[in-house]
């Protein structure tokens, strides 16, 4: 007993502990998505959504839901974010613009640990988008990779009236297609099933209703630096 209360104790003084890195799965889209920021499409419907957010460095369970879906075919990487939010704050609107310090969701992917390039794509629920194809974040960041355009297609869905801080939104749908032409240089030709990539799906909401603004994440994110990749978790392509 004394042993875990010293445990506990140290535990706390040093911070937490990580969590085992999940894995997740991504299986072929059911049928057709329409990307207009709505859920309804029936492939949407046969995937389970990955719900397990956690807050970085604390690792503890945000204040607000969150969940993100994945599926592809032979063309697309699809994502579908669905966020309660009881209020929606953006600051941004253009092209690879700081999207990060307002409310926004986002995807990194590292398809093959051997090789260092991965792929960062944001979403603001006001459909402002962020996409890079990075190296290292040390030999520029986003001032030199955020150029790089994919080709993205996304819509959002947004139940609220966003920077109206008095009242109370509901919440946002983000509609993410990335298209497989996007990791070629890292992957070729290879059929996605049955690769398993590095991953982490990323969300950051700032409300008038938290104490503090709110980073989580599918990845053990332990030192604040999502672009640190030890603590992704894995995706496999079925
Ligand atoms: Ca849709
Ligand atoms: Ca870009
Ligand atoms: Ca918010």
Same mark, same amino acid.
């Given at each position: 007993m004394a042993r875990i209360v010293v445990m506990v104790a140290l535990s706390l003084l040093l911070g937490a502990s990580p969590p085992p890195l999940m894995h997740f799965t991504c299986t072929p889209a059911a049928g057709p998505i329409e990307i207009d920021g709505k859920a309804d499409d029936a492939a949407w419907k046969a995937v389970t959504p990955i719900t397990e957010f956690r807050l970085w460095r604390s690792f503890q369970k945000p204040t607000e839901a969150t969940s993100v879906r994945l599926c592809y075919d032979d063309d697309f990487l699809y994502a579908l974010f669905e966020c309660a939010d009881p209020d929606i704050f953006v600051l941004h609107s253009q092209? =690879? =613009?700081?999207?990060? #310090?307002?409310d926004v969701v986002e995807l990194f992917f590292q398809? =093959? #640990?051997?090789?260092?390039i991965y792929y960062e794509f944001e979403i603001a629920p006001n459909n402002a988008v962020f996409d890079a194809r990075m190296v290292n974040t040390g030999s520029g960041g986003f001032l030199r990779w955020?150029?790089?355009?994919?080709g993205i297609r996304t819509a959002t869905d947004v139940r609220g009236t966003p920077n109206h801080w008095q009242d109370r939104d509901q919440g946002y749908t983000i509609e993410i297609a990335i298209p497989l032409g996007a990791f070629h240089e890292v992957?070729?030709?290879?059929?996605?099933?049955g690769q398993t990539w590095k991953f982490a799906a990323v969300r950051a909401d700032l409300s008038v209703t938290l104490k503090a603004e709110e980073r989580s994440a599918t990845a053990n994110v332990a030192d604040y630096d999502i672009h640190n990749k030890s603590g992704y978790s894995k995706l496999t392509f079925k």
């Open positions: 092209r =690879d =613009d700081r999207l990060w #310090e307002s398809p =093959d #640990e051997k090789n260092p955020a150029a790089w355009d994919c992957i070729g030709d290879q059929p996605l099933k």
